[in-house]
């Protein structure tokens, strides 16, 4: 092996066939040095399997003889838990194989390794089961009736949080610098900028998020990434590449203001402002004015995809949709978003 892209030391759980349902990996690595890839090289067959107590040792003891000290005294901790211990080793950058691989890359993200779509994460659905996350952790869907009926013989009824083929980011990954008023809106492979503060109706699913800082009141879609310092008022929407998008890539510049309820179908450029209520498509027809408030002429507002400092609004009296230069863009208050 020449070069390794991501590895990770894990712990997971397993189903009653021995499938993988989850992994967590607390230290998940980008890359590896020349001595620790010639190590990982001579246990890629192993990668992605479960290590039984024996094999987990004789890793364990492979990594202190490389000097790697850390990495044994973590995997000698995952094999000491309840969970199943796992080596996870991606030599490339392709997309997910299997349920570790693809928990690797999620978790890549939202401990900002890497920033949205900057891994490839190509067939993650066919990767994941839907899984319930309950008070017990992940259980299969298929044994949930049996579990249940033993939770409650045991006086401890099983909660059931959500049935989803994702979890949520907090379970695995708390990242520094952060304010989540609702944990369960935020995905595994979310990525959050420190500095950001994501308010109960705010909502970032994975394979997206912000730079930071950033004030979230509304929704990331998936691939959407924010620019620092842009604030996404209450309800608000953003078209990812699973909900409407397309092949286009929707992004928000840095200090934007999407105002309260708005939407946006268009990659949004640098200090623009799309005003409360305003739904921006890429077919939206747009006047544009200049700066005595007379039409020039009008476009969609495709045509208009990152172009900086814009204002969008709708004009009360006809109804159309008005675009002119924007001269007050957003500035976040610094001590809000300061969560040391």
Same mark, same amino acid.
């Given at each position: 092996?020449?070069?390794?892209?991501?590895?990770?030391?894990?712990?997971?759980?397993?189903?009653?066939?021995?499938?993988?349902?989850?992994?967590?990996?607390?230290?998940?690595?980008?890359?590896?040095?020349?001595?620790?890839?010639?190590?990982?090289?001579?246990?890629?067959?192993?990668?992605?399997?479960?290590?039984?107590?024996?094999?987990?040792?004789?890793?364990?003891?492979?990594?202190?003889?490389?000097?790697?000290?850390?990495?044994?005294?973590?995997?000698?901790?995952?094999?000491?838990?309840?969970?199943?211990?796992?080596?996870?080793?991606?030599?490339?950058?392709?997309?997910?194989?299997?349920?570790?691989?693809?928990?690797?890359?999620?978790?890549?993200?939202?401990?900002?390794?890497?920033?949205?779509?900057?891994?490839?994460?190509?067939?993650?659905?066919?990767?994941?089961?839907?899984?319930?996350?309950?008070?017990?952790?992940?259980?299969?869907? %298929?044994?949930?009736?049996?579990?249940?009926?033993?939770?409650?013989?045991?006086?401890?009824?099983?909660?059931?949080?959500?049935?989803?083929?994702?979890?949520?980011?907090?379970?695995?990954?708390?990242?520094?610098?952060?304010?989540?008023?609702?944990?369960?809106?935020?995905?595994?492979?979310?990525?959050?900028?420190?500095?950001?503060?994501?308010?109960?109706?705010?909502?970032?699913?994975?394979?997206?998020?912000?730079?930071?800082?950033?004030?979230?009141?509304?929704?990331?879609?998936?691939?959407?990434?924010?620019?620092?310092?842009?604030?996404?008022?209450?309800?608000?929407?953003?078209?990812?590449?699973?909900?409407?998008?397309?092949?286009?890539?929707?992004?928000?510049?840095?200090?934007?203001?999407?105002?309260? %309820?708005?939407?946006?179908?268009?990659?949004?450029?640098?200090?623009?402002?799309?005003?409360?209520?305003?739904?921006?498509?890429?077919?939206?027809?747009?006047?544009?004015?200049?700066?005595?408030?007379?039409?020039?002429?009008?476009?969609?507002?495709?045509?208009?995809?990152?172009?900086?400092?814009?204002?969008?609004?709708?004009?009360?009296?006809?109804?159309?949709?008005?675009?002119?230069?924007?001269?007050?863009?957003?500035?976040?208050?610094?001590?809000?978003?300061?969560?040391?």
């Amino acid at each position: 092996m020449t070069e390794i892209y991501a590895w990770g030391l894990g712990s997971g759980t397993l189903n009653n066939k021995g499938e993988w349902l989850e992994i967590w990996y607390p230290q998940p690595h980008l890359g590896a040095d020349t001595t620790l890839t010639e190590l990982l090289g001579q246990w890629v067959d192993k990668s992605a399997t479960p290590l039984d107590s024996s094999t987990a040792k004789e890793l364990s003891q492979a990594f202190n003889t490389a000097g790697f000290s850390a990495e044994a005294d973590l995997l000698t901790q995952l094999a000491k838990g309840k969970g199943s211990p796992v080596i996870c080793i991606l030599p490339k950058d392709e997309g997910p194989q299997n349920v570790p691989s693809a928990y690797l890359k999620l978790q890549l993200l939202s401990n900002r390794l890497v920033k949205p779509h900057g891994t490839n994460l190509n067939g993650i659905f066919a990767c994941l089961p839907n899984v319930a996350w309950t008070s017990e952790g992940a259980i299969d869907i %298929n044994e949930l009736e049996q579990r249940s009926i033993v939770a409650r013989a045991e006086g401890k009824p099983l909660v059931v949080n959500s049935v989803d083929k994702f979890p949520r980011m907090t379970d695995y990954v708390v990242p520094a610098g952060v304010r989540i008023a609702d944990a369960s809106r935020i995905r595994l492979g979310a990525y959050l900028g420190e500095g950001t503060t994501v308010m109960h109706e705010g909502f970032v699913n994975f394979n997206a998020g912000c730079e930071g800082p950033n004030m979230i009141e509304g929704r990331i879609s998936a691939g959407v990434f924010v620019g620092a310092g842009s604030d996404l008022g209450g309800g608000c929407s953003t078209l990812g590449t699973l909900s409407g998008g397309g092949n286009i890539v929707i992004s928000v510049g840095k200090e934007c203001l999407i105002g309260a %309820n708005a939407g946006l179908g268009i990659p949004l450029g640098d200090k623009c402002t799309i005003e409360a209520g305003l739904f921006l498509t890429a077919g939206t027809k747009v006047q544009l004015l200049d700066d005595q408030g007379q039409q020039v002429r009008v476009v969609k507002a495709a045509e208009l995809s990152g172009e900086p400092e814009l204002l969008f609004r709708r004009n009360s009296q006809t109804g159309s949709v008005e675009c002119l230069s924007n001269r007050s863009a957003i500035e976040l208050n610094a001590s809000l978003h300061a969560h040391n």
